[in-house]
């Protein structure tokens, strides 16, 4: 062991004398632990609900469309035959399954004297992946559960749609309907707040909705990746034929939204780590008015000030790396362990999940630890800069008085 590492390891235990120093200093050491454990337990708490919600929208939105660039215009032959050639040359790209035609657009099923204000999509083979529909071999109508609820459906009865773009008939303008059976009714799991659409076949909705937004649904292969998949349609794909829309880019908004949350609960709860640092420079300030004496005899013994000086900056280290590596892997394994038994419950009709989820992850945990480090380790420069300049004769000759 090294000259400085064993005078530091001598500080650090101090004697019975110096009781108050040792007490001094383990709080210092407990307060750098419960503050990197805090932070470890905050991140690792959004990080499992970012986790989960990551996971529900990656089941139930697209993985990969493409947006049709003559779509929403009313050319609908155009459109027709544009999607007929994409969806050709996509279905032969690597990692893709299938392709369809969608169409969006917004219109109202109307039932007697109610009426309800719906979002459409038609499908031209069957319903998409990420719509939870038990039938998939229906070809009629299909009503999400809140919809026939509100406008009391059942399997087999009939219910008029209509759509907002008007048809010319000898009598005027008159809105376009269809009566079509209820073929199917399905529910999501997701938030009751969120607007489901109607399904309908592709040919039904393209004669009502001409107008629609129409986009090609990109079904993908399970060992696929999205990003590479939609990073290679993006290269051969002509922007003026049509765009590519990845699930990510879709909730581009809400990702945003999620890095910026993480961000700031992590500045929020570093404050803890700070004020700590804060005691840990009083703690060093402590140990070197009471080693005065001490530090001037080994300075005036021959010690150089840059020896001196890392003496203070090892004592620091022992007492900011033991705390910050005692509180990271406290915090890793409390997550850990609220996550595995489910310690903190939620009600499930307000959340998307029972419990409060923990997601422990290595460059979360590594992320504290070295802001930690950083942290205390500016203030142990400090005190090391000032017991590096200390006076050996200032010094002794204080101890004597």
Do not use: C
Not at 14 to 39: C, K
Not at 209 to 219: E, I, N, P, S, Y
Not at 269 to 276: P, T
């Amino acid at each position: 062991m090294g000259f400085v590492w064993h005078v530091a390891l001598r500080y650090f235990r101090s004697t019975r004398a110096d009781a108050h120093i040792r007490v001094l200093s383990s709080l210092t050491a407990g307060g750098l632990a419960v503050g990197t454990a805090a932070l470890v337990l905050a991140l690792a708490a959004l990080s499992g609900f970012q986790n989960h919600l990551l996971a529900d929208l990656s089941r139930h939105t697209p993985a990969l469309q493409l947006e049709l660039a003559g779509s929403g215009a009313g050319g609908a032959g155009d459109a027709t035959e544009e999607a007929v050639a994409l969806v050709a040359w996509a279905a032969a790209t690597h990692g893709v399954s299938a392709v369809q035609e969608l169409l969006y657009a917004r219109g109202w099923l109307a039932v007697g004297a109610s009426v309800e204000q719906v979002e459409v999509l038609g499908f031209e083979k069957a319903p998409p992946v990420w719509i939870p529909v038990e039938n998939r071999a229906a070809r009629g109508l299909i009503v999400p559960m809140a919809v026939a609820q509100k406008l009391g459906l059942a399997v087999g009865e009939t219910v008029r749609v209509f759509s907002p773009r008007p048809g010319l008939t000898p009598l005027g303008p008159r809105p376009r309907t269809r009566t079509l059976p209820v073929a199917g009714i399905y529910r999501s799991d997701r938030a009751d707040y969120e607007e489901l659409p109607v399904l309908l076949p592709l040919e039904e909705a393209a004669t009502l909705f001409a107008g629609g937004d129409r986009r090609l649904d990109v079904t993908l292969e399970p060992e696929a990746e999205p990003e590479q998949v939609a990073g290679f349609l993006r290269e051969t794909v002509d922007p003026a034929d049509a765009t590519v829309i990845g699930w990510r880019e879709a909730n581009r908004a809400l990702l945003f939204v999620l890095r910026l949350e993480k961000s700031l609960v992590f500045s929020a709860v570093v404050l803890i780590v700070a004020v700590a640092a804060f005691a840990l420079l009083a703690s060093l300030s402590l140990v070197l008015s009471s080693k005065r004496s001490e530090v001037g005899a080994l300075a005036a013994m021959g010690a150089p000030p840059a020896r001196l000086q890392r003496i203070f900056l090892a004592l620091g280290a022992l007492l900011s790396v033991g705390g910050a590596g005692l509180g990271g892997a406290l915090g890793a394994g409390v997550a850990a362990f609220l996550d595995r038994f489910r310690v903190i419950s939620l009600p499930p009709d307000v959340y998307i999940v029972e419990y409060v989820p923990f997601l422990v992850r290595g460059s979360d945990v590594l992320i504290v630890v070295a802001s930690t480090v950083v942290f205390t380790g500016a203030a142990s420069l400090l005190s090391a800069r000032k017991a590096s300049r200390l006076d050996p004769v200032e010094a002794m000759r204080s101890a004597r008085t």
